[in-house]
């Protein structure tokens, strides 16, 4: 293939690419999986120049990503920083931008959450009589939100006090 040919589809690609990322935060795992997904037969020196130039053109910023990604996922389906790290360490972030998405979620935003869900869920369910297994039930619904054991605790004896 020409080389005129590899880099118009190139640009074509970056061009798709470019309004991909405007829709809504992107981070350079995902960019990759969509170029591959879109047989796109661009070579990784290739996707990796793609990135960098949206890196540039700060349309990808890894930081912003994880920030976003966290803040979406806590306010909007009340995941806990637990699940939260997990999903982001599987789309390839750095520790030190996890670190930093998660420490800018509001620690008491976050037992507040985290109580309400449990609330809601000792309601539901109202016909475990047993209060041991009642708490048991309820640590392992919050523990699959990805919330820390030590806060879940203290959550259900301030719940249990009420």
């Given at each position: ?52 130039q949206l ?103 301030t719940l249990?006090?009420?």
């Amino acid at each position: 293939m020409s080389e005129a040919k590899k880099n118009d589809r190139e640009k074509n690609y970056l061009d798709y690419i470019r309004n991909w990322c405007a829709l809504q935060e992107r981070c350079a795992q995902e960019i990759k999986d969509k170029l591959v997904s879109l047989n796109s037969k661009l070579n990784q020196e290739q996707i990796s120049e793609i990135i960098s130039q949206l890196e540039k053109e700060n349309y990808l910023s890894e930081q912003r990503f994880a920030m976003a990604y966290g803040s979406g996922k806590f306010r909007i389906k009340k995941w806990g920083k637990i699940k939260i790290r997990i999903m982001l360490k599987q789309k390839r972030i750095a520790d030190s931008i996890i670190r930093t998405a998660l420490e800018n979620i509001n620690e008491s935003e976050y037992t507040s959450v985290l109580r309400k869900i449990l609330e809601e869920k000792k309601r539901k369910l109202k016909a475990e009589k047993n209060p041991i297994l009642l708490n048991h039930k309820l640590i392992r619904f919050a523990q699959s939100r990805g919330y820390e054991t030590d806060i879940i605790m203290d959550c259900l004896k301030t719940l249990n006090d009420d």
